[in-house]
């Protein structure tokens, strides 16, 4: 089992910008594909950014296209999420997750980091 850690967190206000960071603990998790989910209260977890083993497929939630920016440097064993321009509503807990077979089941996942967006 990978351990994913997330960082980044915070209280930011509307319009500014957070990068979240997820360490893995092993340099194996560089084969998987990686995602960041986010949870709201009262709401489900939702998949917000997708990127490949590569790095070179990258897909985004339609509600964070052109904000949001996920990228990996696997030498590091790390994803990032990159945000800008938030809003109020980005609020959530995000959280990291690793999928070993690429096939839309996350097999590991971080403890998440809360992000908080005021208006």
């Known amino acids: 089992q990978v351990q994913l850690v997330e960082s980044g967190g915070g209280l930011v206000q509307a319009g500014g910008s957070l990068r979240l960071s997820c360490a893995a603990s092993?340099?194996?998790?560089?084969?998987?594909?990686m995602a960041w989910f986010r949870q709201a209260p009262g709401k489900e977890r939702d998949v917000v950014a997708r990127?490949?083993?590569?790095?070179?497929?990258?897909i985004y939630a339609d509600s964070v296209k052109g904000r949001f920016t996920i990228a990996r440097d696997n030498a590091k064993a790390t994803v990032y999420l990159k945000m800008n321009s938030l809003k109020p509503e980005d609020t959530a807990v995000y959280y990291c997750?690793?999928?070993?077979?690429?096939?839309?089941?996350?097999?590991?996942w971080g403890q998440g980091t809360q992000v908080t967006v005021s208006s």
């Open positions: 990127i490949s083993r590569s790095g070179g497929v990258t």
């Open positions: 997750a690793a999928s070993r077979g690429g096939n839309g089941y996350y097999d590991d």
């Open positions: 092993e340099r194996t998790a560089s084969t998987y594909t």
